[in-house]
């Protein structure tokens, strides 16, 4: 079997875009390799030394979300359209129960388990995803009134702020990411731009007032509300100078400056053994260190490239739904991106937001992975229409036999 006949057989098992199905494999590759190196420390720590099971649980996890996108993007992506009504209301349930009996970690309630498999999620993952397929179905629905303020911008400004709330208390960067992400797809969707201008202002006044109030609240009143604690903390050090600088920043520093150009090599990190959560949090510093500028670059081009592919797919798209579909989930996973890179570089404040399919995944990763199968979904549905309209043209133009 020769190299063409291969590459044609898996472009006919794996329908779509195939340069997005060459960008999930890289970043699992990735994610395989720097995880295998990361996790070095914590084997030794819970699994005896066991180097490999950490390896192995990720692969497992990388192969059954291989899984999930294959039989996501085989899926019409019209009927993610039905799908967002009922992951939007079950979403809001969902989220409640886990602010009131969720599993408490780090002053967060953001997990619940699920009784008989008995795996935790996050059910702000499953809230997220549902409110950008619900977005994309009320844009769409609403194009002959996108103008209007109480038809169309006030329910949809409804259906973001209920479960941005919702999220807020127990994952503050989860939200504002998740309120970006919807002010992106709302423009797309030709919602009034003086409206979302004032959307937009009403963020940053509400982010800078929240801001200026968790700096400024007494000590002993803080020490009482865990979470507000956490954030205070956060914003305390990365406000401050190097002498204030938390442990886990100056880890990540120590880890990007010694990498290079090149880095020091594959599984050749010393600051893995230092850097909290050097395989989620801060994978990307890990990154760095081993792979120097040259990984670091390479990442985040995969990322913009996922982004340009997206746009290129969105613009093709027949349906105004496929077009938002596509476009919300990838500008959601690519500002998530961005933002757990900024953090391991200092230029944001720690967030906790993991670097999608390259860190140390769980269920996590499964959503990422069902968001990716959506847009190849559209993908595919448009790489068949035009296969249609070929084949139909050249019926059309094939010449009568005498």
């Keep these: 079997m020769n190299s063409n006949t291969a590459i044609k057989k ?3 098992l794996t329908k779509g875009d195939f340069a997005i199905w060459i960008v999930v494999i890289l970043l699992s590759l990735f994610s395989m ?3 295998y190196s990361a996790t070095g420390t914590l084997a030794y720590q819970k699994k005896g030394g066991h180097t490999e099971f950490y390896l192995l649980k990720q692969l ?5 979300g291989f899984l999930i996108i294959y039989f996501c993007h ?3 992506y019209r009927y993610y359209s039905r799908v967002a009504q009922i992951l939007w209301v079950a979403s809001i349930p969902l989220l409640l129960y886990t602010l009131i009996f969720g599993s408490d970690v780090n002053d967060a309630k953001r997990w619940i388990t699920l009784p008989i498999i008995n795996t935790s999620f996050q059910t702000s993952d499953l809230a997220k995803i549902a409110l950008i397929m619900f977005l994309a179905r009320q844009l769409s629905k609403k194009q002959d009134e996108i103008k209007e303020f109480k038809r169309a911008f006030l329910p949809i400004l409804i259906s973001v702020v209920v479960i941005c709330i919702l999220i807020f208390p127990a994952n503050l ?3 504002a990411v998740l309120f970006m992400t919807s002010i992106v797809i709302m423009f797309i969707g030709r919602i009034n731009v003086k409206y979302i201008l004032l959307l937009i202002l009403s963020g940053i006044i509400l982010l800078a007032g929240a801001i200026f109030t968790v700096k400024n609240l007494p000590t002993n009143f803080v020490s009482k509300m865990g979470r507000v604690a956490t954030w205070q903390s956060r914003l305390e050090n990365y406000g401050g100078d190097d ?10 520093k120590i880890a990007i400056a010694t990498g290079g150009i090149f880095g020091k090599g594959p599984g050749k990190s010393t600051q893995r053994n230092f850097l909290p959560n050097p395989y989620a949090d801060f994978v990307y510093a ?3 260190e081993e792979y120097g500028l040259l990984g670091a670059f390479t990442v985040i081009f995969l990322y913009l490239f996922l982004l340009y592919r997206t746009i290129q797919i969105a613009m093709k798209s027949p349906r105004a739904f496929g077009a938002l579909l596509a476009i919300g989930l990838s500008f959601s996973l690519v500002i998530q991106a961005f933002i757990n890179m900024a953090v391991a570089v200092n230029i944001f404040p720690v967030t906790g937001l993991p670097l999608p399919l390259v860190s140390m995944g769980g269920t996590s990763l ?3 992975c069902f968001a990716f199968g959506c847009i190849l979904s559209v993908s595919r549905h448009i790489d068949e229409n035009e296969a249609e309209q070929q084949k139909t043209e050249a019926e059309r133009l094939k010449p009568e036999s005498e």
């Design 74 to 76: 085989l899926v019409d």
């Design 60 to 64: 497992i996890f990388v192969l059954v």
């Design 10 to 12: 898996i472009t006919n």
């Design 366 to 368: 499964w959503f990422t």
């Design 243 to 252: 002498k204030t600088a938390s442990y886990q920043n100056e880890q990540a």
């Design 33 to 35: 390799a720097v995880i």
């Design 173 to 175: 960067s989860t939200a």
């Design 286 to 288: 890990t990154i760095i």
